[in-house]
């Protein structure tokens, strides 16, 4: 259906807006509606999405292949066979070139801070994206999926991301972070009728920017692939539409693109929206420099994007630059997309609504309680048993402390003159065995970045995770 892209310089806000889209930003001020085909996003949205985020966040003592059997685990089917999620995961690690690493460790620091080589950045990053698409979600969000990349490894996880979209008819929204012209080239309109607001192919499912929602168009028909892009900058929406449109748009702003000057286009309107550095005119020529410049052209376009949307304009939140309602100016909102079906993928490109994704797509988890106990229970068993660190501590420390408390009360006499002794002895294990469990708390902390990602996703319930932790870290 749609690969849309997000470009801008640091701090624009890129992972802002995709968190905010993947419904992950709960802290700050939110305002706005993120409508989904005319209506709320909710946690059926949710469950059609996935999300690859900058960092991994995988157990570093867990090799590819383990890794993507317990996301198989936990966000394919039940209903799928053991045979089946196999030929999938080996699937999509050929796709992304990670057959050769699969019996690899991720590898990075284990609790303790004991350093375990194992995948190189560029492979961690690729597992990251296997891991996102191997439930074949309707909706991906990419956090720079390219970066850390080399050229030839982006190139194939874009075309990858391409593929999918082209053949599976799912969206495809990705921030990119300085793209060769190769990957730049693939931000094309392929639809017939696409204009520089985002698109008018028939059927199509978009981004609009500009009401922070994922929206469909009215009219019915086939489905066109478009391939969008969408500059940002200080928090700002400089530019959403056809990659063909981004260099017009700004010519007619005063701002030209010279291409022996200035390199890929992607390059310069990176450089054009960028301020806070010094910009000389003989590298740059004619572009923004201050603050209100940046305004002034943000504002400019919000307002003639509201205006070819048909959308109203809402110039009283901030003073330098216009925001569009989600309500046409008309005052109709459309007729809403029709729901989407519970599961299988559509005959053909021009069925309406979300692709359904592999996994299951009722509101609540994608397995059940039981599946999602045993998974994490192998995760945590992987990672205490192969953290060699962990097991020589505790082994040290029960060592230590029964042979203290055994030169202690060695050879004591069996009468009462060994009553108080014998007391103590008691009281000593007691406090032993209610302090003990404390030594195990660096595991739950060094985990926490696990499981918050994980939960984010909604891989499993926390009760599974909490049980599985505490039944491999009971002593």
Known sequence: MAVQALLGPSGAGKSTLMDILAQRKSVGALTGQLLVGGRPAGRAFMRRTAYVPQDDNFVPTMTAMEIMRFYSNVVLPESMGRAARQRRVEEVLAALGLRAAHRTLVGGVLPGGLLLRGLSGGERKRLSVAAGVLAAPSVLFLDEPTSGLDSFAALTVMGYMKRMARRSGQVVIASIHQPRSAIWSMFDTVGAGVGPWGGRAPGAWRLACGTAGLRRSRAGGGCGRLRLVTLLSSGRLMYTGAREGLVEWFADRGYHYEPTRHGVASDWALDLVAIGFSKPKR?????????????????????????????????????????????????????????????????????????????????????????????????????????????????????????????????????????????????????????????????????????????????????????????????
């Not at 029709?338 to 599961?343: L, N």
């Not at 592999?358 to 599946?371: I, L």
């Not at 069996?414 to 108080?420: E, K, Y």
Request: hydrophobic share 40%; with cysteine.
């Open 283 to 475: 590298y740059y020529g004619h572009t923004i420099r201050t603050k209100e410049q940046l305004h002034a052209a943000s504002s400019l376009f919000v307002q003639q994007y509201c205006k070819a949307e048909g959308l109203t304009t809402d110039a009283s939140r901030h003073t330098a630059s216009s925001t569009c309602s989600a309500r046409p100016a008309g005052g109709g909102g459309g007729a809403p997309a029709p729901p989407s079906p519970a599961g299988g993928r559509p005959a053909h490109s021009g069925d309406a609504g979300f692709v359904a994704p592999v996994a299951s797509a009722r509101p609540g988890w994608a397995t059940g309680w039981w599946t999602q106990y045993t998974s994490c229970l192998g995760r945590e068993l992987l990672a205490i048993t192969r953290n060699p660190a962990d097991v020589a501590g505790r082994m040290l420390t029960f060592s230590w402390v029964a042979l203290l408390m055994g030169m202690l009360y060695y050879n004591m006499p069996p009468d009462a003159r060994s009553l108080r002794g014998r007391l103590n002895l008691l009281f000593n294990g007691l406090v032993f065995f209610c302090l003990m469990p404390y030594v195990s708390m660096s595991l739950y902390t060094a985990d926490k970045k696990f499981y918050i990602a994980d939960a984010s996703a909604r891989l499993y319930r926390p009760l599974a995770y909490y049980l599985a932790k505490v039944n491999t870290n009971w002593q």
